[in-house]
């Protein structure tokens, strides 16, 4: 059964700094890309980063591109978004996504709250 767990969401002032941690089970974690998504209230789910199954290449949303970067552990089945400078507009529930041989899978959401 593929599962995937997000965390390290909160409440965060305007520049500061949160990681958000994706444990992946139930499938190879390093023969396939991941990706984090973001929805924001009243705004359709959007990508904002993803690494290939290497970790060797990356891509950003350019909303978000300079201050956010997306890493994987593929020892420890983890994928992570260390999250800086962050935004009010950042605000979201931030989604881990697999897309795999057999369907694509979802996390439950962590909420990213950017205010002061």
């Known amino acids: 059964q593929v599962q995937l767990v997000e965390s390290g969401g909160g409440l965060v002032q305007p520049g500061g700094s949160l990681r958000l941690s994706c444990v992946a089970s139930g499938f190879t974690f390093s023969n396939y890309g991941m990706s984090w998504y973001r929805q924001a209230p009243g705004k359709e789910r959007e990508l904002v980063a993803t690494i290939t199954r290497d970790g060797g290449r990356t891509t950003y949303a350019d909303s978000v591109k300079g201050r956010f970067t997306i890493s994987r552990d593929n020892a420890k089945n983890m994928v992570y978004l260390q999250m800086n400078s962050l935004k009010p507009e950042d605000t979201a529930v931030y989604y881990c996504?697999?897309?795999?041989?057999?369907?694509?899978?979802w996390g439950q959401g962590t909420q990213v709250t950017v205010a002061s």
């Open positions: 996504y697999a897309l795999i041989r057999w369907g694509d899978y």
